[in-house]
């Protein structure tokens, strides 16, 4: 069974910096891309940032030059290192990985329990 585990949420005041990552306990048979979304009260969760097996990355506007996704495909582990945080990046943050758990399987997208970040003006 594959669970994601996400950590390194907190409270930072406005312009710091946090790091999140995520976990992966368990194993996929394959990966095809591990992403972080974001959500508030009341608001539909939004695509953060994703990184796909190819190492190709995708940012939403409104993050592009101050969040970066990486991941150790050693560890299983996705990362999002986030600066210059703002008040409005206050939410909660979630990782998901779309992938196969086996090979007879089909895609599918798992999700983290999530982690929440507090900005402080």
């Known amino acids: 069974q594959v669970q994601l585990v996400e950590s390194g949420g907190g409270l930072v005041q406005a312009g710091g910096s946090l790091r999140l990552s995520c976990a992966v306990s368990?194993?996929?048979?394959?990966?095809?891309?591990m992403s972080w979304y974001r959500q508030v009260p009341g608001k539909q969760r939004e695509l953060v940032a994703s990184?796909?097996?190819?190492?190709?990355?995708n940012y939403a506007d409104s993050v592009k030059g101050r969040f970066t996704i990486s991941r150790d495909d050693a560890k299983d582990t996705v990362f999002l290192q986030m600066s210059s945080l703002k008040p409005e990046d206050r939410a909660v943050y979630y990782c998901?990985?779309?992938?196969?758990?086996?090979?007879?399987?089909?895609?599918?997208?798992?999700w983290g329990q999530g982690t929440q970040v507090t900005v402080s003006s």
């Open positions: 368990g194993s996929f048979d394959s990966i095809i891309g």
């Open positions: 998901a990985v779309v992938g196969r758990v086996a090979a007879w399987d089909s895609v599918n997208t798992y």
């Open positions: 990184i796909r097996s190819s190492g190709t990355t």
